[in-house]
């Protein structure tokens, strides 16, 4: 079948998605998906995977990331945090005290960490126990497209790697502006 497709409009620089089709990307887990996939360290998935009724499964397969993005209805949340490790949000539109009660309180329903991207403002982390924060590098953005991404990417990684959290923040910062000066997120 087609693979998903997306339109995508750049305004001022930013992204904004004007449709979509997700073409054959809608699948079911087989048991040699899950096998391969326990052979890694971490899964990451998102709002836009389609995989939400499988979360459990991946959970058990290896630590989970998920991706919120901008979704933060309850009846969403409910079933997917029990299964999250690391759990991301994009909260551009919170204020800091806002953005640090969200964090606390989706710490409390499970995952060990929660991140939230900002857009230019300071992206913010919490574990359980330390807050911490990370401005972004300016730029001049060609295009937003997939900065979200690089910084939640290059946070795992060196959430992997065993890095300093303030380094893998300072080093996801960056992979994000240098996303945004590149046309179509690569």
Known sequence: GLNATADVAIIDGNREF??????????????????????????????????EDQLDRLAGAAQLSFDFSVRREESYLAPILPHVAIAEFSLSDLDDADT??????????????????????????FDGHRHRRQPSVPSEPIDTLGAGDAFIARFLVGHLRSEPVADALEAASVAAAETCAAFGAF
């Open 18 to 51: 004007l449709g979509s089709d997700p073409g054959v990307s809608k699948f079911r887990l087989t048991p040699d998906d899950l096998a391969y996939l326990s052979t890694f360290d971490l899964i990451h998935s998102s709002e836009s995977s389609y995989l």
């Open 100 to 125: 640090r009660d969200w964090l606390e309180a989706i710490h409390a329903r499970g995952p060990r960490i929660v991140l939230a991207t900002r857009g230019s403002g300071d992206a913010m982390v």
